[in-house]
């Protein structure tokens, strides 16, 4: 009969250090997402303003001499990431390939110009800073127009700043969430020991000697419940990567690093204040007070 108790009490056991690790896991995982989100939104949002291009159509007249050291200039400019000249026969194949049709044909002429696009930085992809370069381009005598989309820049300009801020509440928000949560399971995994608790210091043990091995098996748990998050954000970290190449997430090795690092710290100070609180609470209450 005591064989089958001992059984059961260890089974129970198990399972509420299986549920405590499990719901460490899946709040650090998420926690872990939302880090991940919000390191990598600056570099998310540089790459989608860099695919803005700056289009400069030149005149029939344009001389191949002023092109060229128009082109050259626009590689040494400092906002420049990469200028690619397009002749008009180019971009005639190109819009052949898209819209699957010669249309030169029924023309009977090319009306495109020849351009050069420009793919600019992203810290220059900005209303009044890309105003300002194709005013300066626009002023020369052999450029015809210069184009970009002014209303997805200024969309652009406008939303980052809200989305930045309402991250930034919405993370402190979760922040607190998490712990509650990872909190309100470390309380139940104490109070399945109150009686021992309570018989401990019944006997003459001090507060600090029976909170001691509550807070290093929970720290423990909490290493575990970070292990198993940081396995999690390291596949989606993986998948990411392999889906958008061009955001180079795998780069900022440091950065990762930091992210995992956060992520163990979290679990093993959210887990140790967690059970410092719910040991104490534990401690000061009276006997008759165990059975509520």
Same mark, same amino acid.
């Not at 089974?11 to 390191?39: D, H, Q």
């Not at 997805?152 to 991250?167: E, G, T």
């Not at 748990?221 to 998050?229: E, F, I, N, W, Y």
């Given at each position: 009969? =005591?064989?089958?108790?001992?059984?059961?009490?260890?089974?129970?056991?198990?399972?509420?250090? !299986?549920?405590?690790? $499990?719901?460490?896991?899946? +709040?650090?995982?998420?926690?872990?997402?939302?880090?991940?989100? +919000?390191? %990598?939104?600056?570099?998310?949002?540089?790459?989608?303003?860099?695919?803005?291009?700056?289009?400069?159509?030149?005149?029939?007249?344009?001389?191949?001499?002023?092109?060229?050291?128009? @082109?050259?200039?626009?590689?040494?400019?400092?906002?420049?990431?990469?200028?690619?000249?397009?002749?008009?026969?180019?971009?005639?194949?190109?819009?052949?390939?898209?819209?699957?049709?010669?249309? $030169?044909?029924? $023309?009977?002429?090319?009306?495109?110009?020849?351009?050069?696009?420009?793919?600019?930085? =992203?810290?220059?992809?900005?209303?009044?800073?890309?105003?300002?370069?194709?005013?300066? #381009?626009?002023?020369?005598?052999?450029?015809?127009?210069?184009?970009?989309?002014?209303?997805?820049? =200024?969309? !652009?300009?406008?939303?980052?700043?809200?989305?930045? !801020?309402?991250?930034? #509440? !919405?993370?402190?928000?979760?922040?607190?969430?998490?712990?509650?949560?990872? %909190?309100?399971?470390?309380? &139940?995994? +104490?109070?399945?020991?109150?009686?021992?608790? @309570?018989?401990?210091?019944? +006997?003459?043990?001090?507060?600090?000697?029976?909170?001691?091995?509550?807070?290093?098996?929970?720290?423990?748990?909490?290493?575990?419940?970070?292990?198993?998050?940081?396995?999690?954000? /390291?596949?989606? &970290?993986?998948?990411?990567?392999?889906?958008?190449?061009? $955001?180079?997430?795998?780069?900022?090795?440091?950065?990762?690093? /930091?992210?995992?690092?956060?992520?163990?710290?979290?679990?093993?100070?959210?887990?140790?204040?967690?059970?410092?609180?719910?040991?104490?609470?534990?401690?000061?209450?009276?006997?008759?007070? &165990?059975?509520?």
């Amino acid at each position: 009969m =005591a064989s089958k108790l001992e059984k059961y009490q260890k089974r129970r056991l198990i399972s509420s250090y !299986f549920s405590v690790v $499990l719901s460490i896991s899946l +709040v650090l995982f998420l926690l872990g997402l939302l880090g991940l989100f +919000v390191i %990598n939104s600056n570099k998310i949002s540089n790459y989608f303003k860099e695919q803005i291009p700056l289009s400069i159509y030149l005149k029939d007249g344009a001389k191949e001499v002023e092109i060229e050291q128009l @082109k050259q200039s626009l590689e040494m400019a400092e906002y420049t990431k990469s200028a690619t000249y397009v002749s008009k026969e180019e971009a005639a194949e190109k819009h052949i390939e898209t819209i699957g049709e010669d249309y $030169l044909e029924f $023309l009977g002429y090319n009306p495109l110009q020849n351009s050069i696009d420009v793919e600019i930085y =992203a810290q220059y992809v900005t209303p009044v800073q890309l105003s300002e370069i194709a005013e300066e #381009i626009g002023a020369k005598d052999f450029v015809e127009e210069v184009e970009y989309d002014e209303v997805l820049v =200024a969309l !652009f300009d406008k939303n980052i700043k809200v989305i930045s !801020f309402w991250m930034m #509440i !919405f993370s402190g928000v979760f922040l607190v969430i998490a712990v509650l949560l990872i %909190n309100s399971s470390i309380r &139940l995994s +104490v109070y399945a020991k109150r009686f021992t608790i @309570k018989t401990m210091q019944m +006997v003459g043990a001090t507060k600090g000697f029976i909170r001691r091995p509550f807070i290093w098996r929970s720290i423990r748990l909490g290493v575990l419940g970070a292990l198993v998050a940081m396995l999690g954000v /390291a596949g989606v &970290l993986f998948f990411l990567d392999r889906t958008w190449p061009q $955001l180079e997430l795998l780069n900022d090795t440091i950065i990762i690093g /930091a992210l995992f690092g956060f992520i163990l710290a979290m679990g093993i100070f959210i887990t140790w204040l967690s059970t410092y609180f719910a040991t104490q609470r534990f401690l000061n209450l009276r006997t008759n007070e &165990l059975y509520y």
